[in-house]
């Protein structure tokens, strides 16, 4: 089983970026992103149901981000403080809890410049 992030780079405030999910090996129930900053825990982002069905997003990126059927996270109006290492990950069940997905990718920074 693999999954594998990538998409991140330097964007300005107000800037878009789009990070891709590649997984492989098995089917997943849900693929999440979650995405940690530097001193912080952890934060769950966005998450998608394998078949498009659910979709949930973390408070802080609700009407900004938007996670699609093909595990992609596009990232618009991105702010300074959406800076972090971004994770996608898998789980067999429907949920939004980091400690319920089995499977990570190696992590993707994103950072966003003032």
């Known amino acids: 089983v693999q999954l594998q992030a990538s998409g991140g780079g330097l964007v300005q405030a107000g800037g878009s970026l789009r990070l891709s999910c590649t997984a492989s090996g098995r089917t997943f129930r849900m693929v999440g992103w979650f995405r940690q900053a530097p001193g912080k825990e952890r934060e769950f982002v966005a998450a998608?149901?394998?078949f498009g069905d659910v979709t949930y997003y973390g408070d802080s990126v609700k009407g900004r981000f938007t996670i699609s059927r093909d595990n992609a996270l596009q990232m618009n109006s991105l702010k300074p403080e959406d800076t972090a290492v971004y994770y996608c990950a898998a789980a067999s069940r429907i949920t939004t809890r980091d400690r319920d997905y089995n499977y990570w990718g190696q992590g993707t920074l994103v950072t966003v410049s003032s």
């Open positions: 998608i149901g394998r």
